[in-house]
């Protein structure tokens, strides 16, 4: 079964203009972490935000923010005033432990964004 | 840089044949994971270490093996390739690996393999 869903392989935003990327996700567990990374064409991948099973507020890291709904297991990434050196795949991704192996990150397919001038 | 060294960036070789792949982790960090990037497959889970020993195997192929030295760097082996194990090979590592550590993993910048 899939565990984290991006549903939109490409997105197009106006440069200045806010974009959401979507992300839900599967658990039974109570205890998990959400993540998102960016990884530009050059390849690297960027640790972007956090949210953690039990956080009582959405996480926020400058322009980026997190619209955490857990009853819906969602975990919406939101850019605000879009750049250009936006323009990169965008991952989604659980940790879980249920059997303490190590948290090993899932990842879901990508959101390839591309901000338009 | 991330702190997690790679090498060696790029790698090309013949199907059949063997490679490793080297991965030091980031100062203090006890975890080293290793995934692997294709087009059709997205990223995958390889395989986890911590502090030396096994943690998690995901979609690791009997053709592949790693481990994880006293120094806590590790090696990804790859051996009898084939042109579908063209990838990019990550490795990235954290500090305990707990759900709730809040810093994640620190990829390096991955090893591009081409088989021809």
């Known amino acids: 079964a899939q565990k984290i869903t991006q549903t939109q392989p490409g997105m197009f935003v106006q440069e200045k203009e806010a974009v959401t990327l979507d992300c839900t996700y599967d658990t039974s567990d109570q205890s998990y972490g959400l993540f998102w990374y960016k990884q530009p064409s050059s390849g690297e991948m960027i640790f972007l935000i956090y949210?953690?099973?039990?956080?009582?507020q959405n996480a926020t890291e400058g322009r980026y923010s997190l619209n955490f709904q857990k009853a819906r297991k969602s975990a919406n990434l939101v850019i605000s005033a879009s750049q250009l050196g936006d323009s990169a795949m965008y991952f989604c991704?659980?940790?879980?432990?249920?059997?303490?192996?190590?948290?090993?990150?899932?990842f879901g397919q990508g959101t390839e964004l591309s901000v338009k001038p | 840089d991330s702190g997690v060294t790679q090498t060696p960036k790029h790698l090309i070789t013949a199907t059949g044949q063997r490679v490793t792949l080297r991965c030091s982790p980031r100062s203090g960090d006890l975890s080293v994971y290793w995934y692997q990037q294709s087009l059709d497959q997205g990223l995958q889970f390889l395989i986890q270490?911590?502090?030396?020993?096994?943690?998690a195997k995901g979609n690791i192929l009997e053709r592949f093996s790693a481990q994880q030295f006293p120094d806590l760097h590790s090696e990804l082996n790859l051996s009898s390739l084939e042109l579908g194990d063209s990838a990019l090979y990550f490795c990235?590592?954290?500090?305990?690996?707990?759900?709730?550590?809040?810093?994640?993993?620190?990829f390096g910048s991955g090893t591009r393999l081409t088989v021809v």
């Open positions: 949210q953690g099973s039990y956080d009582e």
């Open positions: 270490y911590y502090n030396g020993e096994e943690r």
């Open positions: 990235a590592s954290s500090v305990a690996g707990t759900v709730l550590d809040r810093t994640g993993y620190t």
């Open positions: 991704a659980m940790r879980e432990d249920p059997y303490n192996q190590g948290g090993k990150l899932i």
